[in-house]
């Protein structure tokens, strides 16, 4: 079992930035990709970033692109997501996501945090 826990969330003004992490314990050696996830009430849970285990491959959702920077320190087991530029419509609860390894399908994670509240006021 991999256990995450997000921290860095809270209420900010349109224009300012966060950083959030998420610290992995457990069984970290059995996964690979990690990813960031936001999810608003009454919606989907919206992929944001993941980054591969030795951070060469990163991808953002379009909305985030730009403004948001996702990294890792494998080293302290810890994954990072800079927020720039935070828009009102950033506001979520933001989850990080583990995969194991050989897992397959590019939105397929196996291990999820509790979530971490952001709240943008314009």
């Known amino acids: 079992q991999v256990q995450l826990v997000e921290s860095g969330g809270g209420l900010v003004q349109a224009g300012d930035s966060l950083r959030l992490s998420c610290v992995a314990s457990?069984?970290?050696?059995?996964?690979?990709?990690l990813a960031w996830f936001r999810q608003v009430p009454g919606k989907e849970r919206e992929f944001v970033a993941a980054?591969?285990?030795?951070?060469?491959?990163?991808n953002y959702a379009d909305s985030v692109q730009g403004r948001f920077t996702i990294s890792r320190d494998n080293a302290k087991n810890t994954m990072y997501l800079q927020m720039n530029s935070l828009k009102p419509e950033d506001t979520a609860v933001y989850y990080c996501?583990?995969?194991?390894?050989?897992?397959?399908?590019?939105?397929?994670?196996?291990?999820w945090g509790q979530g971490t509240q952001v709240t943008v006021s314009s």
């Open positions: 457990g069984r970290t050696a059995s996964t690979s990709t």
């Open positions: 996501a583990a995969k194991v390894r050989g897992r397959v399908g590019p939105y397929v994670y196996d291990y």
């Open positions: 980054i591969s285990w030795s951070s060469v491959n990163v």
